[in-house]
Nanobody
Framework: QVQLVESGGGLVQPGGSLRLSCAASGSISNIDTMGWYRQAPGKQRELVATITVGGSTNYADSVKGRFIISRDNAKNTEYLQMNSLKPEDTAVYYC??????????????WGQGTQVTVSS
């Protein structure tokens, strides 16, 4: 009943930028906190950034000053602007959101993941 669809991943050189998008669709009543996570090969999934419905943000230390999370509540969409990318940012990036779906209560939903590769 609710879907999160990511876009914007790809291959970029060190120092470059990428912008990820995550659009929520379905029978949505309300979206609370939204976030981005990433998982590199052989590593656990880790938090990248979160943003509340009011716009308060939180970042992992490893991305502070380089990544910016934002959201457009009218479009049920969140974004991750990634600047000054490093090879260690290479991972599959997942969006998630705490969503109230009409008639289904409130749950965390996840996107399918998008690959980001930083390499020369």
């Amino acid at each position: 009943q609710v879907q999160l669809v990511e876009s914007g991943g790809g291959l970029v050189q060190p120092g470059g930028s990428l912008r990820l998008s995550c659009a929520a669709s379905g029978s949505i009543s309300n979206i609370d906190t939204m976030g981005w996570y990433r998982q590199a090969p052989g590593k656990q999934r880790e938090l990248v950034a979160t943003i509340t419905v009011g716009g308060s943000t939180n970042y992992a230390d490893s991305v502070k000053g380089r990544f910016i999370i934002s959201r457009d509540n009218a479009k049920n969409t969140e974004y991750l602007q990634m600047n000054s990318l490093k090879p260690e940012d290479t991972a599959v990036y997942y969006c998630n959101a705490y969503i109230s779906a009409k008639g289904y209560g409130q749950y965390w939903y996840w996107g399918q993941g998008t690959q980001v590769t930083v390499s020369s």
